[in-house]
């Protein structure tokens, strides 16, 4: 009954230590915290203050022991060491200990070092046995209390151990988690990488999403570019189309061409041959033999008044000589001689007004006739200027026009299936001897010349250059040469190149293999020396010599010339060198051109009417019908 007065302990508190003191260690999770955070035992003082609530004072620890317990009793024995223990120690036991609390409350009240049991009542001095059965009553109540505190320390020796080896359990599992720790930590690492891999990667990303975002536009661009193109090649198409089915009308169109043309070269070919032949009709009309005379024009211009030409008639000239009287007392009387030509150019007649007129035979040189043309006359008189003119185009004569007249029309044929080869020779004739105006050698080693006439009445000369050329150029260039050669002959001999001819032959050979055609012509172009009479040159020596050479040469070109037209059966051809070397050119087969060139100063009027004279001869005669030399 009086167990109400015991020390009480809160219930929260018993169960606190309680649940620290298991023994199983399985709850002890807050316990364990506990003692881990607070491992010494716990103060005396300190288990005051939880109970009492306030700190008191050390002494206090032993008052209750003086004082009449109420209920503080156990209080005093919590305050023994091992306090936490020995509270579970006297909850656990309380229900057991019921009598202690009897016997001890009593004691305490005396002396209290009893404690336990209040209500005791006072032993009388005399009661001595009542106050041994009272100290042994103690006694055994603190036998009970040492044997239960050995329990308890047993119970916390137990504990102590479990507690130690959860710890050391603990401590194993901390550096588990620390071994863990460590290997997260690696991973962390790996995580860093792993993260800076991902930032980079997401960069990269952000940047090809950049990239693909202006492919897509590029894209964008040229999907509308290849739809342009499309429409484009769709047009393009449609006009390849159209170009094919004018292709194939054009094609057809050209096949027809083809055929036109194909019959339009049979007709051109026919119609070169009837114009060759017609032409040839023209030029025997004309007569295979023609004369112009040309008048140089006097130094200071103008013309003398003993020449007359008549302006409206280009073929006649006249030359008028005043006799005067020789008494003195009739008048002057004057005398006409009156000449006429195939043509009369006067001195203002320009180069090309006098190629005009013998275009027509060059042009017979490529359809195969033999041309000859030469110019006849007295030292002075213009020759040199008509056969070969000056450097400039429009003084240029007839040679360097003949030649370019030739290679122009020789391309021309070439259209129609005509192919020509050209060979070039030059000579001159001096004192009867002939002298290459083509050679280049040393002047040591001039070659002789020989004329040669083969079966085929072809006239050659030994020893001399023949020049094979394409051009108009080439043969500008060969000309130059012949004159180089001729003024270096001239430096030596005193106008020399006046007292020789010289002569450009140009072979032609054509070819038309479609036609199965081919002509061979020659066309020679003579500059004659001077016409001068022996008489009055009055002459000796050497260059009487000369003069009667010069006469002998052109008197049987006269007589050449003659004998051909009266067809006489003997033509003495080789009774010089000048007829001998141009007999092919001068037969029947040919056709030729003299000029008979005039000087127009008064003192020349016996050369002149001489020359016009020779020329007036010439002019009469008919050369037989010449024939082209075609096969
Ligand atoms: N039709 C012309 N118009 C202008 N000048 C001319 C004409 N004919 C000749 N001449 C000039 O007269 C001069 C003599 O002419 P050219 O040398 O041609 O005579 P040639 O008869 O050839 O003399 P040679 O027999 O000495 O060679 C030259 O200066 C020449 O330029």
Not at 43 to 72: C, D, E, F, L, N
Not at 162 to 174: F, T
């Amino acid at each position: 009954m009086n167990m109400s007065r015991l020390p009480v302990i809160s219930n929260k508190r018993v169960l606190t230590t309680s649940s620290s003191s298991s023994e199983n260690g399985q709850d002890l999770g807050p316990a364990q915290k506990k003692i881990r955070k607070d491992p010494e035992p716990v103060k005396p003082h300190a288990a005051a203050t939880i109970i009492g609530g306030r700190r008191p004072p050390v002494a206090a620890t032993r008052a209750p022991i003086s004082r009449p317990v109420k209920g503080m009793g156990a209080a005093t024995v919590a305050a023994a060491p091992s306090r936490g223990v020995l509270k579970q120690s006297i909850a656990s036991t309380a229900p057991k200990g019921g009598n202690m609390k009897l016997t001890a409350a009593p004691t305490a009240t005396k002396g209290g070092g009893g404690g336990g049991g209040g209500g005791a009542t006072k032993r009388h001095a005399w009661d001595l046995k009542g106050k041994v059965s009272d100290m042994e009553s103690k006694v055994r109540n603190y036998q009970t209390k040492f044997q239960s505190v050995n329990q308890e320390n047993e119970v916390l020796k137990g504990t102590m151990v479990d507690m130690k080896k959860s710890l050391q359990r603990q401590k194993i599992q901390i550096s588990e988690y620390e071994e863990e720790l460590q290997a997260l930590s690696g991973v962390r690492d790996e995580l860093e990488k792993v993260s800076s891999e991902k930032s980079g990667i997401e960069r990269e990303f952000s940047n090809l999403d950049g990239k693909y975002k202006v492919m897509e536009t590029l894209r964008d661009s040229q999907e509308t570019e290849l739809q342009t193109l499309k429409m484009k090649l769709s047009v393009q198409e449609s006009t390849l189309a159209r170009q094919q089915v004018t292709l194939r009308d054009t094609d057809e169109e050209v096949r027809s061409l083809r055929d036109t043309v194909v019959q339009q070269k049979d007709e051109l070919h026919a119609g070169e041959m009837e114009r060759r032949q017609l032409h040839n009709a023209i030029q025997e009309l004309k007569g295979n033999i023609r004369v112009f005379c040309r008048v140089r024009p006097l130094v200071e211009g103008g013309l003398s008044k003993h020449i007359q030409l008549p302006t409206s008639d280009t073929k006649a000239i006249t030359l008028a000589k005043t006799e005067e009287s020789h008494t003195g007392k009739t008048a002057d009387t004057q005398k006409n001689y009156n000449f006429n030509f195939d043509r009369v150019f006067g001195p203002q007649a320009s180069q090309q007004e006098v190629f005009e007129e013998i275009s027509l035979l060059v042009q017979s040189a490529l359809d195969g006739y033999n041309v000859c043309c030469f110019a006849y006359g007295q030292t002075g008189s213009g020759k040199t200027f008509t056969m070969e003119g000056a450097e400039f185009d429009e003084s240029r004569g007839v040679i360097p026009r003949a030649v370019k007249q030739i290679f122009r029309a020789a391309e021309k044929l070439g259209a129609q299936g005509w192919e020509f080869t050209f060979t070039a020779s030059f000579v001159e004739i001096y004192n009867e001897s002939l002298r290459d105006l083509l050679y280049t050698g040393k002047a040591s080693k001039r070659p002789e010349h020989e004329i040669r006439k083969s079966t085929s009445n072809e006239v050659t000369i030994t020893n001399l250059t023949y020049e094979k050329v394409s051009n108009e150029d080439q043969v500008l260039g060969l000309i130059m040469l012949a004159n180089q050669n001729r003024s270096t002959a001239q430096t030596t001999q005193n106008d020399r190149s006046s007292r020789s001819h010289s002569v450009f032959q140009l072979d032609i050979e054509g070819v038309n293999v479609g036609r199965d055609v081919k002509c061979k012509s020659t066309l020679c172009l003579v500059d004659l020396a001077g016409s001068e009479r022996l008489l009055k040159s009055q002459s000796q020596g050497e260059r009487f010599k000369e003069m009667t050479a010069i006469n002998g040469s052109l008197s049987n070109l006269g007589i050449v010339i003659t004998a051909l037209a009266n067809k006489e059966s003997y033509v003495p051809y080789r009774n010089s060198k000048l007829t001998y070397l141009l007999q092919s050119c001068l037969g029947g087969n040919s056709k030729t051109l003299m000029f008979v060139n005039i000087a127009p100063e008064s003192d020349s009027f016996g050369e002149t009417l001489n020359s016009l004279r020779f020329a007036s001869k010439v002019n009469d005669c008919v050369i037989g019908t010449a024939s082209a030399n075609r096969k």
